[in-house]
Structure formats: structure tokens, C-alpha cells
């Protein structure tokens, strides 16, 4: 062969692959045709349908039922083509399981239409399922050589087992020695599901420009907990970057989303447990979209639109995992490991534990600490009773602190009060104010002292309002009159709807809300009293404080009872604090001790040095507009 004709071959090569490039369909072209074959197929079978009505009429059908049979293979192989004997089937189940997880596969669209969780059940004892047939879909578009559009949903395929228990493809066949194969591989003792495309002799049969699966995954979040608000409120459709960060799409309101950057996960999250597909190469060009329902039993849909690299020759399968399990931290945490933090998954992050220094607390010391306590107590209440005492603990320096702040405030009353006495009125609120701080700096005693050592505590009190309601642990747990700790213990309920009051509060009491409450009433009352200093305070603000508490009932009462159990446990040690300083504490030589600090010379910071002269500005300032109002 000389030189032009291999030439002359290649050029030829170049000009059909350029054709067929060309050629290929535009994704609205592939959904225009999908949806005129679908009508088309729902024509004809409308039109089979009438003719099986009319079968009785004549005595001898026999002959109009072969030309039916002839009229739907022909059609069939107009409108699928290749996939035409795919078209007619029995939708067989498969089952893979393991000890943690049972899966349904369906022979027509080989996709995984049902999930179980072993070992747990929901709130009223019934099977944990995550999804049935008729709450997910998961179709893949196919565009065949001759540029006919199929879905897999529509199509039946073969299972095939091997010799592997663990291992079950799903076949779709297109003709001789050409197939598209879904396999599945559940291994013992995981949630995790590996899933794999591989092409074989797919080359002819698909299009030759189709090197990516277009995928459509729609899946209802079924109701698992006792307390729809509150489950609502932890369940969303989150989804990490390739080597990036894990973002949600909003947990209280529909929201649709297009990205353009690649995904290494998308995750379907309820409050305790998850549907997670995860892709090798990632998934591109996918459009994520979040619906709240108001179904019996259903929270959200989820629907995701994307696709994902394919090798039609059939030398690479195109890989996904599948996790179905628990939002358990340390378990999602122990996929990551021994894998390099580029290509870590990060799944983790669908616990809730907090953003920046709260998720860094929960990480590194309140979990390693739960789960410490766990492995030799197996009482969840006394756990958190323990992990309650163990904060406190530590938290005592700073609690010290603040009671001797309050203390010294407390012992210069009388000499607080002199001052308002001396300076009485609005007119002289600037001098009774700079004479108070002057008592103040000099007797060594400073208001913001008592307040640094409460701001220090914030991120600990946060981070177990966002530890407790995500601690799974706690699931099923009892203690005492709680059935439930991850959810309310409610001792009063009723069904009818209250306006203004059950959308906020509920249909129910729970107790332990209720303590937490009470004993939070009680030290608003007494820390008051020993907090009052003298001075004068705001309009209200007496009100205020006690409105704070029948707040928090309001916002707690739906919570997780192991919280509310927490905050009533943690609130009840710090009134024992607060009164064992009282009487340890001697007011009478701490005051002696102030009075000393008044004969010593006075340093002061830059804090107060431009405190003051912000003062005394604002008096020369005041003075100012006092004299001009005299001069009118």
C-alpha cells in the first residue's frame, strides 16, 4: 500500500469520526426524542390495549394476535432499536446482604431499588428502610449509533451470578457479544457497595461520540425519628468538591442548584442515616434540587441531574460506590483512613458538629471523650452526667473567676450606691458614671472581668447543642423517663393542632425541658441577687433575663431530651458551684483587700486610659451643648 492510500484512509477516518461527532444529538435533541418515543410507545400500547379488549368479538383470534405480536417487535425495533427485546420482561428482585446492610436489585433498570439497615428499626419498631421501589429512580440516557434515545428505566436487564456470593451483575443485553453490564459487590461487615459500568462490545451499538452516562437520581427521605420538625431540620442534600470542601444545599426550604465544578460525592442525608453515591473520576455538570414534602412519612425529595465519564470501547469500567448506613462520625471518618488528603472523601462532614473552633471542639475532645466513657459504661444517661461533670471541671478555673468578679462587685454596693446618691439624675449621669469606674479601677474590681470568663465557656455550651441532636449513640437509648435520648420525652401530648403554639412548641411537654427551665428560672433569680451591684439598670431589663428561660422552653421542647438532659444537669452544678463559693468565699476579707488596693498607686491600662478620655471628651462635649442652650 503506498503513501497516498493510507493517506487517502486516514483522511476518510478523519471526515466520518468529524460526521458522526457532528452528528451526535444535543442533550435537548436526546430529551425531544426521549420524550416522542415515549409517546410513541404509550400510543402503541394504548392501541395493543384496545385490540386485547376486542379479542372476545371474533371466535377465532389467533391470527390477529400474531399480527399484534409482529406489529409490537416491529415497532419496538423501530423506536429501541438494538435494545428492542429489552423492552419486554419480568422484573425479577436480587438480593445482596451482609450483616449491616440488605439490597434489592430490579432486573428493569438494574438499579438498586431497595435498602435496609440491619440492626436498627425506626422510632415505632418497624424496619429501617431507607428507600422502596416507589420512593428513588435512578436512570442512565443512552444514545445508540443510529441516534435512537433510550433510558434504562425502561429496559430489562439479565441477572448474572458468578462464583462470588458477594458479586451480581445486572446485563443489559444488545445483541451478540454486546452488553452493558452493571455490577455490584457488596462486601461482609460493610455499608459500602461498590458499582461498576463496564461496556463490552458496545462499540457499533452506542454512539461513538458518547463518552459520558447522563444520570437522573430521585429519592424520597423517608420519616425515621419520632418528631418530624426536628428531623426535617438535620436532613439535606449535601455534596463535596472534588478535593474540596463538603457544602448542603438548605435543610428548610426548597432550593435548586447548578454547579459547574466536579463532585466526588453526592450524599443524600437523613438525621441518622444517609444514601451517599460516590464517583471515582467525579461527576460533572450536575444540577442538585431539594423539596420539602408534607406526605405522610416523607420529609424531602432529592433529585440530582449530572454525568460521568464512560469508556465505550470497555477498557476502563466506570466506578461508583454506594453507602447506605449510619451518620455515624467515627465510622464515616474510618474510609479516609490510610488515604491521602487529596483524595480523602470527607464524609464526616454530613455530622453536623459545628463550623471553625465548635466542630474542632467536638472533634478533638468531646467525641474522643463520649466514646472513652462509652467503652465501660453502658448507661447513656449516666455517660452524659459524667461527660457533664468532666466539663464543669474543667470549666471551674474560669467559673472561680467569674464569681470572684461578681463578688467584688457585690462587697462595693454600699459605696456604689453613695456615688448615685451624690450624683443623682440624668444630668449627672456622666460624672456618676466616671466616679463608679474611678471606685472601680482603683479598688482593683472591673465589670468585664465576670463576663471573659462566661464568653470563654460559649464554645463548649455550643458545641454540645450541636454534638448531642447528631450523636446517633444516643438513639434508642432509655434513661429514666426518657424512652428515647435523641429525641423529646414528652410527658403531656395532645393531636390538636393549636395555631401559633404547634408549629413552634409542639403537641407535648418534655420533661426534661422542663427542668432545665425551672432550674434556669431559678438561677436568673439568684444570680440577680448576687450580681446586683448597685447600679442602676435599664428599663426591662429585670424581665428580660427572666423571658430569657421561658424562651428556651419554647426552643428546646422538641429537641433531643439527652440535650435538654445536659443543660438541666450542667445549670444544677452551677447553682452547687455558686453556693458553695458563697460560703467558702469570706466577703468581709475581700472587701478589707479592695480597701488596700485603694492606697496603692493606680496603673492604668490603655483600655481604661482611652476609656476615660472618651469620657471626658463626651462631658466637654455635653458641657458645650449646656451652654449654648443657655445662651438662647
Known sequence: MDKNTIIGFLLIGIVLFAFSWWNQPSPEQVEAQRRYQDSIAAEYAKQIDEQQRNQNVTEDNSWEEEVTDSLKAAQLERTYGVFANAMSGTDEKVILENDLVEIHLSSKGGH?????????????????????????????????????????????????????????????????????????????????????????????????????????WEQEIRQQEKGRKFEDQHTGLYYKFLADDVEHLSEVKDQNKQLTN???WIGYKGKFFSTVLIAQEGFEATTLDSKLLEENRMLKRFRSTTSLPFDLQGREATSLQFY??????????????????????????????????????????????????????????LIIF??????????????????ISSAK?????????????????????????????????????SPMSGCLPMLLQMPILIAMYMFFPSAIELRGQSFLWAQ?????????SWNTYIPIITPYFGNHISLFCLLMTATNIAYTKFNMEMTNTGQQQMPGMKAMMYMMPLMFLVFFNQSASGLTYYYFVSILITIIQTLSFRYIINEEKLLAKLEENKKRPVKKSSFMKRLEEAQ?????????????????
Open 112 to 216: 438498586v431499588s431497595y435498602a435496609r439497615i440491619k440492626n436498627y428499626s425506626t422510632f415505632d419498631s418497624l424496619p429501617l428502610i431507607l428507600f422502596d421501589g416507589t420512593q428513588v429512580k435512578f436512570d442512565f440516557t443512552l444514545v445508540t449509533a443510529s441516534n435512537r434515545v433510550v433510558n434504562t428505566r425502561d429496559l430489562y436487564f439479565t441477572p448474572v451470578r458468578g462464583n462470588d456470593p458477594n458479586t451480581v451483575i445486572m446485563r443489559l443485553n444488545a445483541g451478540e457479544g454486546s452488553s452493558l453490564d452493571f455490577i455490584y459487590t457488596l462486601a461482609p461487615d460493610d455499608y459500602m457497595m461498590k458499582y461498576d459500568i463496564q461496556a463490552r462490545g458496545m462499540n457499533g451499538v452506542l454512539a461513538p461520540g458518547m463518552n459520558a452516562l447522563d444520570l437522573t
Open 262 to 264: 466536579r463532585l466526588k
Open 324 to 381: 447506605f448506613g449510619p451518620n455515624k462520625y467515627n465510622l464515616l471518618k474510618s474510609y479516609d483512613k490510610g488515604v491521602a488528603s487529596a483524595d480523602q472523601l470527607d464524609l464526616e462532614k454530613m455530622v453536623p458538629l459545628g463550623a471553625s473552633v465548635f466542630r474542632w471542639i467536638n472533634k478533638y475532645f468531646i467525641i474522643p471523650l463520649f466514646d472513652f466513657l462509652g467503652k465501660y459504661i453502658s448507661s447513656y444517661g
Open 386 to 403: 459524667l461527660l457533664t461533670l468532666i466539663v464543669k471541671m474543667i470549666l471551674f478555673p474560669l467559673t472561680y473567676k467569674s464569681y
Open 409 to 445: 462587685m457585690r462587697v462595693l454596693r454600699p459605696q456604689v450606691e453613695e456615688i448615685n446618691a451624690k450624683y443623682p439624675g440624668q444630668e449627672k449621669a456622666l460624672e456618676r458614671q466616671k466616679a463608679t469606674m474611678d471606685l472601680y479601677s482603683r479598688a482593683g474590681a
Open 484 to 492: 428515647d435520648l435523641s429525641t423529646y420525652d414528652a410527658i403531656v
Open 616 to 632: 471626658k471628651a463626651q462631658q466637654e462635649q455635653l458641657k458645650k451643648q449646656q451652654d449654648q442652650r443657655k445662651k438662647r
